[in-house]
């Protein structure tokens, strides 16, 4: 089981309350039907963003071009528009939320309907989908689809890490 904590910050006040908005991510991180189920990973909140792995910032219009939202890897701060999210329902949230920590989880945005004629979670749904369903749950086609590109980069991310520690323990 690996362990991921989070940090939730606001910045619009038409959301709900901490506490409320807290209560919701947390029923979706942990789901039978999340991500966290699938992959094996718990999440928990924290109340400090310094030690938090990742930050679900709500905040109006993160992008000025358009209403989506997006995840960030630089700061690993997930950017939620909040006029999508009080203006719209408990479906679109749970899509909001999974859309984007998949991101996170490293997932890349899918294009084809699954079987059942519904949309993977990493199709982008905000402005509707060429599905026949909207869909906010990951199916196994988000689950594989992992980021070939970001994946090589960890890779080589980790072996200059690891040279960097070799040549500071040999100096
Ligand atoms: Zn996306």
Not at 34 to 53: H, R, T, Y
Not at 116 to 142: H, I, R, Y
């Amino acid at each position: 089981m690996k362990y991921i904590k989070y940090y939730i910050k606001l910045n619009d006040l038409r959301l709900p309350s901490k506490y409320a908005l807290s209560t919701q991510i947390a029923w979706i991180l942990n789901h039978p039907k999340g991500w966290g189920k699938q992959l094996g990973i718990q999440f928990n909140e924290i109340n400090s963003q310094q030690w938090a792995d990742l930050t679900f910032y709500f905040t109006p219009q993160p992008l000025f071009f358009t209403n989506w939202s997006f995840y960030c890897a630089l700061n690993r701060t997930l950017y939620l528009n909040s006029d999508n999210w009080v203006t719209r329902d408990l479906d679109y949230h749970i899509y909001l939320i999974n859309h984007e920590l998949g991101h996170f989880l490293n997932r890349k945005h899918l294009h084809i309907c699954l079987p059942d004629g519904s949309a993977p979670v990493m199709m982008q749904q905000t402005n509707g989908c060429s599905c026949e369903k909207t869909n906010g749950w990951p199916s196994n086609l988000d689950v594989r689809s992992i980021h070939p590109i970001e994946v090589i980069w960890f890779y080589y991310l980790g072996i200059l890490i690891l040279i960097s520690r070799l040549l500071i323990f040999l100096i």
